[in-house]
């Protein structure tokens, strides 16, 4: 018996273009295109009026502020359907005072689930797992992060994500393990021995040829 070849659709990659997609959301039909110009913050999770995910919604509603001044929108999604994200939003105003000011895409479709690697069939066939993806102005993919459905995800360790993202891009460097604003930022590394030679005396915080620090 020949084996039966299951084809999954492909995993988005960073630093390609995102997956595009127009869908219904709680705003209305919107697509990536209107993003242009802009950061965004695609994350999905498992299903409406569920715990975890209304931590994290909540979360992210408080920190919507913080993400505008980086020029970042955000973007929910699940295997809703929007009538169950309104009601979902409805009552986590009512209940916990919250009030979610982004929209949530309903993809009861499961396309842009599936364009996006949302569907691990190691945790299930019918929900999205707890995925992020960092989308620049651009609309090109820079950072993607899959939680598992028991465990809410930290919402500042996303807004320090942009904040790097955005000074690496700035500045032509790499930021160390857990940097903040005002922090430090690494130099790219010499590419020729010449450079390792000179890079001692060109003013940086030197270490050795590979790790120089200097602030912003």
Same mark, same amino acid.
């Given at each position: ?30 697509? @990536? ?22 931590? =994290? ?17 955000? @973007? ?7 009538? %169950? ?73 996303? @807004? ?22 005002? =922090? ?8 020729? %021995?010449?450079? %390792? ?20």
């Amino acid at each position: 018996m020949e084996n039966d070849i299951i084809t999954r659709p492909a995993m988005p990659q960073l630093n390609k273009p995102a997956p595009d997609f127009t869908a219904p959301t709680t705003h209305g039909d919107i697509s @990536l295109s209107d993003y242009k110009g802009k950061w965004l913050i695609l994350f999905s999770h498992p299903a409406d009026f569920t715990p975890v995910c209304t931590t =994290e919604f909540m979360a992210f509603a408080k920190a919507a502020p913080d993400f505008k001044k980086l020029n970042c929108e955000l @973007l929910g999604l699940s295997i809703d359907s929007h009538y %169950a994200h309104i009601a979902w939003m409805r009552n986590i105003k009512e209940k916990f005072g919250v009030e979610i000011p982004f929209p949530i895409i309903a993809d009861l479709s499961m396309d842009v689930a599936k364009a996006y690697g949302m569907i691990q069939p190691g945790a299930s066939d019918t929900s999205a797992v707890r995925a992020t993806f960092v989308i620049d102005p651009d609309g090109v993919l820079r950072a993607m992060v899959y939680y598992p459905m028991s465990n809410g995800r930290s919402i500042p360790e996303f @807004l320090r994500l942009v904040t790097a993202l955005q000074t690496s891009d700035a500045n032509k460097v790499a930021t160390p393990e857990g940097w903040q604003p005002g =922090e430090d930022v690494i130099v790219p590394p010499p590419a020729t %021995a010449e450079g %390792a030679e000179a890079r001692a005396s060109e003013g940086y915080n030197y270490v050795d040829w590979y790790f120089s620090k200097k602030s912003l």
